[in-house]
């Protein structure tokens, strides 16, 4: 399943300054806070995050990948070159490999240069005939600054293989600022989509670009998913939904709940 987020360009002189020294007001003065570095992605949390890869088929070589990132927002950037180190694990078979913007590290250990917002690719394959155990796949990616100063934060995801051929599956993850809708389909086509009002779709993200109100579309190629990201700009009623339509004429609604 290829996992796609839009990414937020980093603007203006002087945002890695000020990114070192965002704070909060406390008794009516700022209080300076530097950060050394951030390290995000798109699927993978430092809580942990389970997510269900749809359209796997064992007997075929099976390719995704998640975002690592050197930003948190547009202020928020790493100064510093931050190294990190990718594990993939998955009990009852071997096999499964990671690599970064096409490249495979021995050691697997990788770096992204600071100043700039920096995305990087982590693509992980499932070899065919490869079978985890439960269809699990457990993903670590612990990183630190590369000049030791000793910031570490570590990032980790539960990735489930289904095994099926549906024409096209959609699930929401909700958040509390937002809520992802990812899209799997098993032959290529067009999906449209529709949503509530009060969730404004991320247009940096190249999947939204052409949206328009509350409908938009995503062109998806054979066995390939995108996952695109709505903000919470209003208030919503729980009985509201996503409404997701095939090429054929086929729909299925998606529930929201906040």
Known sequence: MAVI???TAVSGIGTVTLARYVGGYETGWLQIKPEKFYFTSDILEPKGNTVTLYNWNSSQDYVFFTDIRN????FRVSPDKVSYHVTIT???TDGITGAVNGTQSPDGTYTIAGGLAQTQKLVITVPAGKKPT???IKVTVKAEPADGSGYTKTLTGTLVLKEGTETCKAEAEVHNAYI???IGVDKG???GITWPSWLTPDNTNIWMAGAQGSTGSVTLEDESSCRLRFFITGEGKTSDSFKVTEDGGASQTIPVKQ
């Open 5 to 7: 987020l839009g990414l």
């Open 71 to 74: 930003w948190e927002d547009d």
């Open 90 to 92: 998955a009990d009852g």
């Open 134 to 136: 439960e269809n699990r």
């Open 180 to 182: 992802d809708l990812l």
């Open 189 to 191: 086509q067009t999906v």
